[in-house]
């Protein structure tokens, strides 16, 4: 292990793309060639010998549309590149694998004929492939559409205006908590709320349970920080000399939204006095200034303030319970009229892993390479698929920290840094707890981390200077950090 240490940089990127014995973890900043070493291990994989494999044995994914396409444009260009003969990469994997020229053309065409079929893509798709795959299993209609949220919402704005004539007509079952929940804030944020409780991620008893205590998490944390921003911005665009009530009333809402945000509804206890004094003045009237639609807007964030501080944190466990059965009424008119969201793909797919044995051994035994690029964009769901997906041969866990993992067959890429998902669902630590897990691999075939420290993008392109530098300075130093750290475990290890 120590040997491997030592190696210069393209020496590790050789190995990232060539170790078969344990899984791979590469973790460098953007432009460091991080898909080139995915790519060129599928290439690997399809010419290596012993044991090479059929692209379609094969899993590679990644997060956005864009990305997968140019993931899969660059594969197919390099095997292109192998069925014309012409340059040293053949070579290369000639010398490398004791190969015919001849051999390496057959199979680099079998790959680019079979491209296509091939489970190269996002993880949305491949969700979708295996969900296809085991429709019974899946409890879904094997013709099911994929939805890209326009037709939910549709169908969630029509059920909305039904279920309030229903609740709101005089037959209404709970017009008390109506009262209590309307007292707080208006129809329309209520809907919004609604609207962010509906993704298929949220659980409502995690979050009823959540409403009760601790920091708020998921969708009312996205749907608090949100409004929390956008109080900001009212009060950032009112540059009054001398506040005025509102500006005094908005800027006490802010301080307790944030003070819900960092300690959960226990810390709005923690709201100073004089701010509580401001936001139980009565509001008034518009003043010079203020547009009738922002104040308006303000007017509702300060509402809600105000309601928190009255009613606590009960309020929100009141309108989860208020509208818990209008959510369980859109998602099964949803799913019974053949539509699933593109959430609803991963939850499904994580279930169907999860809770059928013989289906997670059958996917397991047909994909025989898991590679994941950006992983950084990673949220629990995706990483409990990508944990099942390379789980030994002939054990089954249904929790994903109990997952033994096949020596080998994972192979992840990211940089932390760049996770596009900062407040939202994937949070950093599923990174950094499945790097852990993956390092933590068990025995002599342990996981490897590779961390690789150039910036291949600020070298070989004539950008801006500045962005290049300003690049090259924080990842690499980043990079070298981790790299010190790292090398000091694998040591101890
Ligand atoms: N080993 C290498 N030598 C020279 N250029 C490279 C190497 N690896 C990658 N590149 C080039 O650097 C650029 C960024 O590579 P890419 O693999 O997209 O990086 P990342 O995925 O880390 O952002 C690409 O233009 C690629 O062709
Ligand atoms: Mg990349």
């Known amino acids: 292990m120590s040997d491997l240490l030592t190696l210069a940089d393209s020496q590790d990127r050789l190995l990232a793309e060539t170790t078969w014995d344990r899984n791979v973890v590469v973790v460098a900043g953007a432009g460091t060639g991080k898909t080139t070493i995915l790519v060129n291990r599928i290439l690997n994989l399809l010419l290596r010998e012993p044991n090479p494999l059929a692209i379609n044995e094969i899993v590679a994914l990644t997060f956005t549309n864009k990305a997968a396409t140019e993931m899969k444009q660059r594969l197919r260009a390099q095997l292109l590149r192998l069925t014309e003969q012409a340059d040293d990469m053949i070579a290369t994997f000639r010398t490398r694998y004791h190969l015919s020229a001849e051999q390496v053309g057959v199979r680099a065409r079998m790959a680019l004929e079979q491209i296509e079929k091939a489970q190269i893509g996002t993880l949305h798709s491949f969700a979708a492939h295996l969900l296809r795959l085991h429709p019974i299993e899946s409890e879904l209609d094997p013709l099911f559409q994929e939805d890209d949220g326009s037709r939910f ?3 969630f704005h029509s059920y909305w205006d039904r279920w309030l004539d229903d609740e709101l007509g005089s ?15 208006t129809l329309d944020d209520l809907r919004q709320l609604t609207a962010a409780l509906a993704g298929d991620f949220v659980d ?6 959540q409403c009760r205590s601790l920091p708020l998490e998921g969708a009312l ?14 009060l950032a665009a009112q540059d009054q000399p001398k506040p005025r009530k509102v500006e005094q009333m908005l800027a006490a809402a802010v301080q307790s939204l944030a003070l819900l945000l960092k300690q959960g509804p226990p810390g709005l206890a923690h709201l100073p006095q004089d701010e509580r004094a401001v936001l139980e003045k009565d509001l008034g009237k518009a003043p010079a ?3 009738a639609p922002t104040f308006q807007e303000a007017a509702s964030i300060i509402g809600l303030a105000q309601q928190l501080l009255t009613v606590d944190q009960s309020y929100f466990q009141e309108v989860v319970t208020l509208v818990r059965p209008f959510l ?3 998602h099964h008119g949803f799913l019974t009229s053949g539509w699933i969201a593109f959430d609803g793909l991963l939850a499904r797919a994580k279930t169907l892993l999860q809770d059928h044995p013989a289906v997670r051994a059958r996917i397991k035994q047909t994909y025989r390479a898991i590679l994941v690029d950006e992983f950084q964009d990673t949220d629990p769901v995706q990483y409990e698929i990508i944990l099942y997906l390379g789980e030994r041969a002939g054990s089954h866990q249904t929790a994903w920290h109990d997952v033994d993992l096949e020596p080998g067959k994972l192979f992840i890429v990211g940089d932390p840094k760049q996770s596009i998902y900062a407040f939202r669902r994937a949070d950093i630590e599923a990174f950094e707890r499945v790097v852990g897990k993956i390092r933590a691999g068990g025995g002599p075939m342990n996981g490897w981390q590779q961390d690789l420290s150039v910036n291949r993008k600020s070298q ?16 690499s130093s980043m990079c070298r950090l981790r790299l010190g750290r790292r090398r ?3 040591r101890a290890g």
Not at 204 to 209: G, I, N, P
Request: net charge positive; glycine share 8%; charged share 30%.
């Open 153 to 155: 919402n549709e169908l």
């Open 171 to 185: 037959a209404g079952p709970q017009h008390d908590r109506w009262r209590r929940v309307l007292a707080g804030t």
């Open 204 to 209: 409502l008893d995690e979050l009823e349970y």
């Open 221 to 234: 944390r996205d749907w608090v920080v949100a409004t929390h921003g956008r109080a900001a911005t009212l």
């Open 289 to 291: 200034g203020w547009h």
């Open 328 to 330: 369980a009424q859109v």
């Open 460 to 475: 070989s392109s004539g950008r801006s200077f500045a962005s290049s530098r300003r690049e090259r300075t924080t990842r």
């Open 488 to 490: 000091k475990r694998l």
